[in-house]
């Protein structure tokens, strides 16, 4: 297959979707009792919703929506760091459109700027190093956020800037790292799952290896997947064929793409730059080992962090925002009060209606539950 359109096929997709379905009716999963699979990249989340997967498959199937979108998770707290750097005279913020949406306490970076804070949206870190090197009297801060599959673009921003001696540049990292997440996750008691959709843009970095706990010590199958709908399908057929077989591995179904070495050059720049972070905030799921990285001493002079003395205060979700549960699984956006009301993607409560890749933003634009739909369903199944 060489374009996109081949990985749509109507009659394709057909077929496997009545072969996923003897496969459940085979493990004898029902719609009381159906097999739970965790996407774990929000992008997986829209392609699922898009695509229509969740209506063309059983009801014995359910999709459980992971942490996997760096936007979703960004906490209240991170936000006010960045409105507090934005609010510098001489400093330019340069950050992704979506992160300026994102709510803090009081306000969003783009509330912000309305005010009068210079944020511009940027497309990658080398857009925010050459604002400056345009601006030689500024203080040029990026908001460096994502999981490994940013991470790389970061890092080797800030070697170009080092390699320039561009003095005025900055990074605030918020990078984040998705093993650390998983094991979280399966940690849980409430969470009950039978397997994992993996990660393509993320595995394209890191390689299927990392993932190898999940199978030898937690017993869950995981295979890496495309974003197409017949990635996805394929995908969820070799989950549950492993599953059929009693087997329990980590495979690669997006394997034009992602080689199961990972990309070493990449891992190797932010090596170079980063270091893991004792701990990380987590929206809605609170602080996790290990699962964030820091500059490392010898790069500290590009750490916006340092530099602006950040207090780094700890804001608590809104009661009534259930992002939290449904980024692990525990619930679904439109089992939350909010959603449809009092969040909606003009006025968010919560990060996962933001983000392009949030289960909120893809229940509120596929499902049909922003109006009279969304009250039935809250009175189908109870919050």
């Not at 989340?45 to 695509?51: K, L, V």
């Not at 996805?232 to 329990?248: E, P, S, V």
Request: proline letters at 7%; a negative charge.
């Amino acid at each position: 297959m060489k374009h996109a359109d081949e990985y749509r096929d109507h009659d394709l997709a057909k077929g496997l979707a009545h072969a996923v379905a003897g496969q459940l009716a085979a493990l004898g999963a029902t719609e009381a009792r159906p097999i739970r699979l965790m996407e774990v990249c929000g992008g997986h989340t829209h392609a699922i919703f898009r695509y229509g997967l969740a209506d063309l498959l059983p009801k014995s199937l359910e999709f459980l929506h992971g942490p996997g979108c760096p936007v979703c998770v960004l906490p209240r707290g991170r936000v006010d760091d960045c409105i507090a750097i934005a609010r510098h005279p001489d400093v330019i913020f340069a950050t992704f459109g979506d992160a300026m949406r994102v709510p803090g306490s009081t306000r969003s970076l783009l509330q912000a700027k309305a005010d009068g804070a210079d944020v511009r949206m940027v497309y990658s870190p080398l857009d925010a190093l050459a604002l400056a090197r345009r601006n030689p009297d500024r203080r040029v801060v990026f908001f460096g956020l994502g999981f490994e599959t940013t991470m790389p673009s970061t890092a080797l921003t800030v070697l170009q800037a080092e390699a320039e001696g561009i003095g005025n540049f900055s990074i605030l990292c918020n990078h984040i790292t998705i093993i650390p997440t998983l094991r979280a996750i399966l940690d849980d008691p409430l969470m009950e799952l039978d397997g994992f959709i993996g990660p393509g843009h993320v595995t394209m970095i890191i390689g299927t290896e990392p993932y190898g706990f999940i199978a030898s010590e937690y017993r869950k199958p995981l295979v890496v997947a495309g974003f197409e709908p017949l990635d996805l399908l394929h995908a969820i057929h070799m989950i549950l064929q492993q599953k059929l077989d009693g087997r329990c591995e980590i495979e690669n179904q997006y394997q034009r793409v992602v080689p199961n070495t990972g990309n070493p050059v990449a891992r190797k720049a932010v090596e170079r730059v980063y270091e893991p972070r004792a701990t990380s905030e987590w929206r809605g799921l609170g602080d996790i080992a290990l699962s964030g990285v820091q500059f490392r001493p010898a790069y500290r002079r590009f750490d916006a962090e340092a530099i602006f003395a950040l207090r780094g205060e700890r804001v608590a979700d809104p009661v009534e925002c259930r992002c939290g549960d449904v980024l692990k699984g525990l619930a679904k956006p439109w089992q939350c009060p909010a959603f449809g009301g009092a969040c909606s993607p003009e006025m968010p409560l919560g990060a996962l209606m933001v983000s392009s890749e949030g289960a909120c933003a893809a229940y509120y634009q596929y499902s049909g539950l922003q109006n009279s739909a969304l009250d039935a369903a809250r009175n189908k199944v109870p919050a």
